[in-house]
Every structure is written in structure tokens, then in C-alpha cells.
């Protein structure tokens, strides 16, 4: 997982980093130090970066920790998830003028949809508890990969044809995935 954070330059003089109570990651740093050695010290500690974002958000959901889904919930997840998002793959590969293969609905820990290089697409079941904008930008996003295997700026620029407010859908992603794949 990249993680990502602001950095905050002063006359301090040691590194320090603070997960604010929003999950955002602060890094403080002395002047003199480069962003190449403020990266990998952030690399250096994303295992207790990530445990603690994660803490905070479930702690800011009100929740004492994230209750896992059963298997019985998860297969019900699942049927819900075909049903709403084959639709929007329907509509959207129409409308962009692309081919897909099969599409699969999967418990995924990591991603939240994916595309092969032979058109397969592969959509996490947890979408459906997302705005369906969301649903929408990363079924908008996987089949922008029909024209483009990258996140090339002409990705890009298709994906913003198709779902102008896309940055708000991956915002969203950032700020809540963590806490709904926990769920897992």
C-alpha cells in the first residue's frame, strides 16, 4: 500500500510523523532533510503507519473495532455486488466503446478491481456498501484499462471523459477503504 502524507518543514531538528484524527499522515522535518530520506523513513515505519491509520479510523466510526463479516454475509455481499455492478459494466463498456471478458466478484484484501491483459475484470464485493459514484468510477476506471494497461495521462483523461468527478470517488476510496476492508 503507498501511503501517502504532507510534509512540514521547520527549524526542528529530528523527523517525527503524527496520524491526525481525519487518517491523514503528517510528516514533520528539518529543512536541511532531502524528500528522498523523509520517503524512506516514512517506508521504514508503514507497518505501524498503516495499523495506526486504521486505528483511527475505526476509532472516528465509533466503532471498537471492525466487526468481520461472516462467510454467510459475505456470500450475500457478493450476489448484491453482481447485481449492481454487472449493469454499470453493461452500460459503461457500451458507452466507452470497449470489450470485456469475464467479470468476477471477489473478496479482495488489497484492490478494489483490477483488469487483465485479456479483459477479464475482477471487482471487490465491498463496493456495494459504497456510494454507487464509487462503484461507478472504479468500474469507469477498470474499463479504461481496455484502452490503456497504465495510469498513463490518456487513462487519465479517459476516465475524467466518463466520470468527471472521479477525484472525489478516489477520495472517498482512501479515506474509508481501509476501514471497509478490515471487514474481511
Known amino acids: 500500500m503507498e501511503i501517502e502524507y504532507t510534509i512540514e518543514k521547520s527549524r526542528r531538528r529530528t523527523l517525527s510523523m503524527e496520524v491526525k484524527p481525519d487518517g491523514t499522515v503528517m510528516i514533520k522535518a528539518p529543512k536541511f532533510v532531502s524528500d528522498a530520506e523523509i520517503g524512506r523513513f ?3 515505519r508503514s507497518g505501524w503507519i498503516e495499523k495506526t491509520v486504521k486505528k483511527v479510523l475505526v476509532k472516528n466510526a465509533g466503532l471498537s473495532e471492525v466487526e468481520r463479516m461472516t462467510d454467510t454475509e459475505l456470500k ?7 447485481t449492481m455492478i454487472m449493469p454499470l459494466v453493461e452500460e459503461y463498456a457500451d458507452l466507452m466503446g470497449v470489450t470485456y471478458g469475464t467479470v ?13 491483459s485479456k479483459g477479464n475484470l475482477n471487482f471487490n464485493c465491498l463496493l456495494a ?3 454507487e459514484g464509487v462503484m461507478r468510477y472504479v468500474v469507469v476506471h ?8 497504465n495510469h498513463s495521462k490518456a487513462f487519465w483523461s479517459m476516465v475524467e471523459e466518463y466520470m468527471p468527478d472521479y477525484k472525489e ?13 478490515a471487514r474481511l
Not at 450475500?76 to 453482481?82: D, I, S
Request: aromatic letters at 4%; charged letters at 30%.
Open 129 to 131: 456498501l459504497c456510494p
Open 142 to 149: 477498470e474499463l479504461s484499462h481496455r484502452r490503456h494497461m
Open 104 to 116: 468476477s466478484i471477489r473478496a479482495q484484501k488489497t484492490r478494489w478491481g483490477s483488469c487483465s
Open 169 to 181: 470517488q478516489r477520495l472517498y476510496l482512501k479515506r474509508n477503504g481501509d476501514l471497509l476492508m
Open 76 to 82: 450475500a455481499l457478493k450476489k448484491k455486488a453482481r
Open 42 to 44: 516514512v517506508r521504514s
